[in-house]
């Protein structure tokens, strides 16, 4: 059972152009999300996070917005930069269950120069 | 800060044989956890260990163990290996354990033949 999906499996989008990673949650404990970014041969790259206390939260470039009525979640990236072109994750844990991380499957954001 | 440190980088090993990764957190980091990644999977939560002891368990079998030392640094252990355990095997570390973004090292890639 997928608890955490991200529907998604790639993405394109011009440089200098806004990236929108979405994610879906089925868990209503969940009550924290963090997306990572994850290059070839290197482990995962922590992002932003939100407390489920929150339903906005910002980090120069990255927002990430949360919609727990839909249980839904998602990355905002402006502007977009080649750089940032990776494998996006996004990942949900219960307050109670200490580091054990949900994973979604992720998502490939390829920016075009 | 040096960041989360994982050996051996590559791993070779034949069905049957047994294996050890280790992982040296972030300094002042009490918690360590360890995801495997597959292609068909993703990331998928093994254990989680705070102050030396187990606290979290994932859905593995037996042969996946682990342990965590006084100074933090911490072990798996893989016996019987199987083709399906190649994969991508992550630690990550952080500060108490509780709603607080994971730092991952770069992982072990385990090949088994």
């Known amino acids: 059972d997928q608890q955490v999906k991200q529907n998604s499996p790639s993405l394109s989008v011009q440089e200098g152009r806004i990236s929108i990673l979405n994610c879906d949650y089925t868990n209503s404990m969940f009550d924290y999300f963090l997306w990572y970014k994850k290059y070839p041969a290197e482990g995962p790259t922590f992002l932003i996070s939100?407390?489920?206390?929150?339903d906005k939260n910002e980090d120069g470039r990255f927002t990430v917005f949360l919609n727990k009525s839909a249980k839904h979640l998602s990355l905002h990236i402006v502007p977009s930069q080649p750089g940032d072109s990776a494998v996006y994750f996004c990942a949900a844990s219960e307050e109670s269950s200490g580091d054990k991380l949900t994973f979604g499957t992720g998502t490939r954001l390829a920016v075009r120069p | 800060k040096a960041g989360v440190t994982q050996t051996p980088r590559y791993l070779i090993k034949t069905r049957g044989q047994q294996v050890t990764l280790s992982c040296s957190p972030i300094?002042?980091?009490?918690?360590v956890s360890w995801y495997q990644q597959t292609p068909g999977q993703g990331l998928q939560f093994l254990f989680e260990?705070?102050?030396?002891?187990?606290?979290n368990k994932g859905n593995f079998p037996g042969r996946f163990s682990g342990r965590q030392f006084s100074n933090s640094r911490s072990e798996m252990n893989v016996s019987t290996l199987e083709l399906g355990d190649s994969a991508l095997y992550l630690c990550?570390?952080?500060?108490?354990?509780?709603?607080?973004?994971?730092?991952f090292g770069n992982g072990t890639r385990l090949t088994v033949t």
């Open positions: 300094s002042g980091h009490r918690s």
């Open positions: 990550a570390s952080s500060p108490a354990g509780n709603n607080s973004p994971l730092h």
């Open positions: 260990y705070f102050s030396e002891t187990q606290r």
């Open positions: 939100i407390s489920s206390i929150k």
